[in-house]
């Protein structure tokens, strides 16, 4: 009678003793006695290992002694209790079958490697346990952001990965182009986007949220999430040429609910992660930083702090740290700022709004001063900023304004103004960087280390 397969973390959930399993996996370890070998096998479903006995003299498993760590096997035999220390459950072998040993050169053998050499083998780090865990984890947050929006009845809308349109207004983008190599070297920018495969520039898209917003304004709340580019020339610890955000917009919504939305999706996702994530975590608690069970109990507690700008720069004038950045009004936030705020003034996360309108993009609402937007980021300890996000400016003519102060075409956008000349209403809205979600969760401090196969500047491998 054919076995069908059992994940690992199934049968130690739930395991019901002497019956007949099938493990599918990868040898951890082997260890021998004259008669039994010893295996442990993971199959990336959990972090435990199973314990498979094999009994040298059952046909079923010849050629056990063979096995190396990376050999890949089916083990199917009885589930039983562990009479050992270790393990609450074990398998007794009844039929092992390889489908490759490993060579002796599989370069992740029993003992801790570094974060940078893991890095280099990118293809094989999801089979080690702090891998393993932080993908599982990255995983289960995606899971929890669809959960989140559809149980507030939101729209998941898929935006453009190709787009015409730079949201916000940097230039740092990545062109898109059918053109030869030869042929685009020759051309001025006016006729290679004639002759190029959409007759115009394309690019690679920095942000879905200008697509959202048109999304919102005729099915209320909508949200989206996917990857995004950045073609900025950065190797910091929380910067990366390609990654996900989660960006939702919200019809009928000003700065004080887009805050609230914020707010409650950060406390929704380490929730979900501390009740459907423990034994994971608990690696993360234990060997990568022992302060994070505070700090992830902090965030789904506390109330987030909340201020102005202004209030944000005074505080910093006012401390005694001396930071790497200038703090001035009129400068935007610096890493060292934000973390400040978070970690040693607030303890928890804060929200900062209204920052000057010279520093954000043309699509945050003017204030009534005049002289700020109704701008806001989250900011939490160890990270800095996770979100950012604003009130949009609403209004037709201000609108305008904004794209000719900060030097945009206007008739490239045509459509996007059209949203404001046909029914406009006020919305927000805001993007959640996804991998720094990751990071503090799991309080891995570089971004290369929560993306399955990181691109930065000069590193396009996998």
């Given at each position: 009678?054919?076995?069908?397969?059992?994940?690992?973390?199934?049968?130690?959930?739930?395991?019901?003793?002497?019956?007949?399993?099938?493990?599918?996996?990868?040898?951890?370890?082997?260890?021998?006695?004259?008669?039994?070998?010893?295996?442990?096998?993971?199959?990336?479903?959990?972090?435990?290992?199973?314990?498979?006995?094999?009994?040298?003299?059952?046909?079923?498993?010849?050629?056990?002694?063979?096995?190396?760590?990376?050999?890949?096997?089916?083990?199917t035999g009885a589930l039983r209790h562990s009479p050992g220390k270790g393990q609450k459950w074990e398998i007794l072998a009844e039929q092992i079958t390889v489908y490759q040993i490993a060579p002796e050169t599989y370069p992740l053998q029993?003992?801790?490697?570094?974060?940078?050499?893991?890095?280099?083998?990118?293809?094989?780090?999801?089979?080690?346990?702090?891998?393993?865990?932080?993908?599982?984890?990255?995983?289960?947050?995606?899971?929890?952001?669809?959960?989140?929006?559809?149980?507030?009845?939101?729209?998941?809308?898929?935006?453009?990965?190709?787009?015409?349109?730079?949201?916000?207004?940097?230039?740092?983008?990545?062109?898109?182009?059918?053109?030869?190599?030869?042929?685009?070297?020759?051309?001025?920018?006016?006729?290679?986007?004639?002759?190029?495969?959409?007759?115009?520039?394309?690019?690679?898209?920095?942000?879905?949220?200008?697509?959202?917003e048109l999304f919102a304004l005729a099915l209320g709340d909508v949200y989206t999430f996917g990857p995004t580019f950045r073609a900025e020339n950065s190797n910091t610890r929380r910067h990366a040429a390609e990654f996900w955000m989660v960006?939702?917009?919200?019809?009928?919504?000003?700065?004080?609910?887009?805050?609230?939305?914020?707010?409650?999706?950060?406390?929704?996702?380490?929730?979900?992660?501390?009740?459907?994530?423990?034994?994971?975590?608990?690696?993360?608690?234990?060997?990568?930083?022992?302060?994070?069970?505070?700090?992830?109990?902090?965030?789904?507690?506390?109330?987030?702090?909340?201020?102005?700008?202004?209030?944000?720069?005074?505080l910093l004038k006012q401390s005694k740290n001396r930071f790497e950045h200038e703090i001035a009004f009129g400068y935007d936030l610096q890493t060292d700022h934000e973390r400040f705020l978070a970690e040693q003034y607030f303890g928890g996360?804060?929200?900062?709004?209204?920052?000057?309108?010279?520093?954000?993009?043309?699509?945050?609402?003017?204030?009534?001063?005049?002289?700020?937007?109704?701008?806001?980021?989250?900011?939490?300890?160890?990270?800095?900023?996770?979100?950012?996000?604003?009130?949009?400016?609403?209004?037709?003519?201000?609108?305008?304004?904004?794209?000719?102060?900060?030097?945009?075409?206007?008739?490239?956008?045509?459509?996007?103004?059209?949203?404001?000349?046909?029914?406009?209403?006020?919305?927000?809205?805001?993007?959640?960087?996804?991998?720094?979600?990751?990071?503090?969760?799991?309080?891995?401090?570089?971004?290369?280390?929560?993306?399955?196969?990181?691109?930065?500047?000069?590193?396009?491998?996998?």
């Amino acid at each position: 009678m054919t076995i069908k397969r059992s994940k690992i973390r199934r049968l130690l959930q739930s395991p019901e003793t002497s019956q007949r399993v099938c493990i599918k996996g990868w040898v951890r370890t082997r260890r021998d006695s004259k008669t039994f070998s010893f295996l442990e096998i993971n199959d990336g479903s959990c972090l435990a290992n199973m314990q498979v006995i094999a009994d040298h003299a059952e046909p079923g498993c010849d050629g056990v002694a063979e096995l190396t760590t990376g050999s890949a096997v089916a083990v199917t035999g009885a589930l039983r209790h562990s009479p050992g220390k270790g393990q609450k459950w074990e398998i007794l072998a009844e039929q092992i079958t390889v489908y490759q040993i490993a060579p002796e050169t599989y370069p992740l053998q029993k003992k801790r490697h570094s974060d940078e050499f893991l890095r280099s083998i990118a293809h094989l780090r999801p089979r080690t346990n702090k891998y393993g865990a932080a993908f599982r984890i990255r995983s289960e947050l995606a899971y929890a952001v669809h959960r989140f929006f559809r149980d507030q009845g939101f729209i998941y809308v898929h935006t453009p990965i190709i787009t015409g349109s730079d949201c916000e207004g940097a230039g740092e983008l990545f062109r898109v182009t059918s053109l030869p190599p030869g042929d685009f070297r020759k051309l001025d920018d006016v006729s290679a986007d004639r002759q190029d495969f959409f007759g115009k520039k394309a690019s690679l898209t920095v942000s879905g949220q200008l697509e959202a917003e048109l999304f919102a304004l005729a099915l209320g709340d909508v949200y989206t999430f996917g990857p995004t580019f950045r073609a900025e020339n950065s190797n910091t610890r929380r910067h990366a040429a390609e990654f996900w955000m989660v960006e939702p917009e919200m019809a009928f919504c000003e700065l004080s609910g887009n805050m609230d939305n914020a707010e409650a999706l950060v406390k929704h996702l380490v929730s979900h992660a501390l009740e459907n994530c423990a034994e994971d975590l608990d690696l993360f608690f234990r060997f990568v930083d022992k302060s994070l069970p505070g700090i992830l109990e902090t965030i789904v507690s506390r109330p987030f702090a909340r201020i102005s700008y202004a209030e944000a720069v005074d505080l910093l004038k006012q401390s005694k740290n001396r930071f790497e950045h200038e703090i001035a009004f009129g400068y935007d936030l610096q890493t060292d700022h934000e973390r400040f705020l978070a970690e040693q003034y607030f303890g928890g996360p804060v929200m900062v709004y209204d920052y000057p309108r010279g520093i954000k993009p043309f699509y945050m609402r003017v204030n009534d001063d005049g002289q700020t937007v109704a701008a806001m980021d989250v900011i939490v300890p160890g990270i800095g900023e996770i979100i950012g996000g604003s009130q949009r400016e609403d209004r037709l003519d201000m609108l305008e304004a904004r794209m000719a102060e900060t030097g945009l075409d206007t008739s490239e956008y045509w459509w996007y103004l059209d949203s404001r000349r046909y029914g406009s209403v006020p919305h927000s809205g805001y993007g959640l960087g996804f991998e720094r979600m990751v990071m503090l969760v799991t309080g891995i401090s570089n971004i290369r280390d929560v993306l399955p196969f990181a691109r930065t500047p000069g590193n396009i491998d996998f």
